[in-house]
């Protein structure tokens, strides 16, 4: 009798024991991307490791202002950030690890941290000039977004100024440009009477119906109109290579000093990068991949293309989302 009960508490021990190394096997994830886009790649993710993936999606800026007060007493493991302002904010306040060098070569020094090496670019979503195929040549668009201040496009041109990736896109021309510059940019937009809209797709929409000719989304949204409707009365283009315009902001990730899970956290990170992560980013998402290992989309640029279109500059410092709103209150359009 002695001999069965101690056999039973054995086992109820080898049991609990088990629990708790299988408990461990548990990734916390931190997402300002959305679920509807994130969610089936994170499911394939836990499919084929085996480990089971907790993911608090919210707005990438406040999930950003939640981590810095965390701490390191935050009980995320990564943070997958919508864009690189808010990875530059983590990154300056010491709460990443530094990322192995298996990670970083796997992407371009252009889409990853450039000084502490700390995070990298999962996807790329580019500026772009969108316009109306019924009102306008492509021969008549402008080469630089500083030309559209002309008279010419007088009430013809819509952008978003409450949209995050619009606003990432000042912060850049602040960056790139300085403040004053970017002030009479706007000024002058605005007193060229652009059309303010909530956010990209009713751009792409009011060019169809022509009530706009030119706008200024990102890239992917007509794509997905396109999909529908390969007849769409509406195309887009990069403005010349390097310009402001044509700024690649990335969704990105990290691993936070916080993380009691690294190794789990590193081998999402692999999977991100994976052939048929970034696969399913270009083909699915319409969004860019970072690494060069996919069967390219025809509706979209080679990577190598792509980092000649885009501009010079450091995606970490896109991190003054406070000034650029600033600025848009200060000029009228927030």
Request: hydrophobic letters at 40%; aromatic letters at 10%.
């Amino acid at each position: 009798m002695k001999y069965k009960f101690w056999v039973g508490l054995s086992l109820v021990l080898i049991c609990s024991i088990f629990s708790v190394v299988q408990a461990k096997e548990e990734l916390i994830v931190y997402s300002g991307r959305s679920k509807s886009l994130v969610d089936p790649i994170i499911k394939q993710f836990e499919k084929e490791n085996g480990i089971e993936v907790q993911v608090k999606y919210g707005n990438t800026a406040q999930l950003a202002l939640t981590l810095m007060e965390e701490g390191e007493k935050s009980p995320a493991d990564v943070f997958w950030a919508q864009d690189g302002g808010a990875l530059g904010a983590i990154s300056k306040n010491g709460l990443f690890s530094q990322l192995e060098s298996d990670i970083l070569s796997v992407v371009p020094s252009k889409f990853q941290a450039a000084e502490n090496q700390d995070w990298v670019a999962t996807s790329g979503r580019a500026r772009v000039i969108a316009y109306s195929t019924k009102h306008v040549k492509v021969e008549d668009l402008p080469t630089s977004i500083f030309d559209l201040t002309d008279p010419k496009w007088n009430s013809r041109v819509g952008w978003a100024p409450r949209n995050a990736s619009f606003q990432s896109f000042i912060t850049a021309m602040r960056v790139l440009f300085g403040e004053k510059k970017t002030e009479n940019w706007l000024l002058a937009m605005k007193n060229n009477g652009t059309k303010s809209y909530p956010k990209n797709t009713p751009i792409i929409q009011a060019l169809a119906a022509g009530d706009i000719h030119v706008g200024l989304p990102n890239h992917y949204y007509l794509l997905r109109f396109k999909k529908a409707n390969s007849n769409f009365p509406v195309n887009q283009q990069f403005f010349q290579s390097q310009d402001v315009g044509n700024l690649v902001n990335v969704a990105g990730i990290g691993i936070l000093k916080s993380s009691r899970q690294a190794k789990l956290a590193k081998k999402l990170i692999h999977y991100l990068l994976s052939p048929k992560a970034q696969q399913y980013f270009s083909s699915q998402v319409f969004e860019y991949a970072v690494t060069d290992q996919i069967i390219p989309n025809p509706q979209l640029l080679s990577l190598e293309q792509l980092i000649k279109e885009s501009p010079a500059i450091d995606l970490s410092q896109l991190n003054d989302t406070e000034g650029t709103l600033k600025l848009l209150q200060k000029v009228g359009l927030l």
